[in-house]
């Protein structure tokens, strides 16, 4: 079945740095979507993003289809974007498969 | 426009013990996936009801059960608790039509925090 993998596993970031997360899959998907999980555990969806690129406020996305990757651009990161950032990608017709996380703590 | 509920939020259980947990989706879906979350770890598909029916199902034994009500709201069911089942357990709800038409965005709930000691 498709493998996702997430790099980097841990980012560290100051206050109003700039990152960006990968996401590679291993199969070619119909789509992709991105979810920030809060220190409490909700997942909540950033983007759905099966091509192309989106931009939502200071978070932006964009999928390269063809060459199995996707990236997450967080721009003036705050400590609000703290947390665990998930890729999840189809693994048959009904379940996503989820990656092992970038877990993100943006320092004050 | 209620977003998808699940109960209760954090429970304890003893091995051996069974366990219930409940899920409402999201106003307007009709289907709903329950996942595993270990500690450190991404989630991991259960199985997935839609129509009342278990549909697909991920690598997880048959203690594992679930079902969907009419209203199609679900409950997951794990018998004979293990250790290894303490975790989040998260429910997501999505709309069947646009699983079949190539891609679905889903939705998750809070989850629930299932410690089994």
């Known amino acids: 079945g498709i493998q996702v993998e997430q790099s980097p596993p841990d980012l560290i970031l100051q206050e109003g740095a700039n990152s960006t997360l990968r996401c590679n899959f291993s199969d070619s998907v119909n789509n992709l979507q991105w979810f920030h999980q809060n220190p409490w555990g909700q997942l909540i969806n950033l983007f759905y993003i099966p091509s192309g690129t989106k931009q939502n406020g200071r978070l932006s996305a964009t999928t390269v289809a063809t060459e199995r990757y996707s990236l997450l651009y967080i721009s003036s990161s705050q400590t609000t974007d703290s947390g665990v950032y998930f890729c999840?990608?189809?693994?048959?017709?009904?379940?996503?498969?989820f990656g092992t996380g970038t877990r993100l703590k943006v320092l004050a | 426009d209620a977003g998808v509920t699940q109960s209760p939020t954090h429970l304890i259980k003893t091995r051996g013990q069974q366990v219930t947990l409940r899920c409402s989706p999201k106003?307007?879906?009709?289907?709903v996936s329950w996942y595993q979350q270990a500690l450190g770890q991404g989630p991991q598909f259960i199985f997935q009801?839609?129509?009342?029916?278990?549909?697909q199902r991920g690598n997880f034994p048959d203690r594992f059960s679930g079902h969907q009500f009419p209203n199609y709201s679900s409950e997951l069911n794990v018998n004979a608790l293990l250790l290894g089942d303490s975790a989040l357990y998260l429910c997501a709800s999505s709309l069947t039509a646009l699983w079949t038409a190539g891609g679905n965005t889903i939705y998750f709930g809070e989850g629930s925090w299932l410690t089994v000691v």
């Open positions: 106003s307007g879906h009709d289907t």
């Open positions: 999840a990608a189809p693994g048959g017709t009904y379940k996503y498969i």
């Open positions: 009801y839609y129509e009342e029916e278990e549909r």
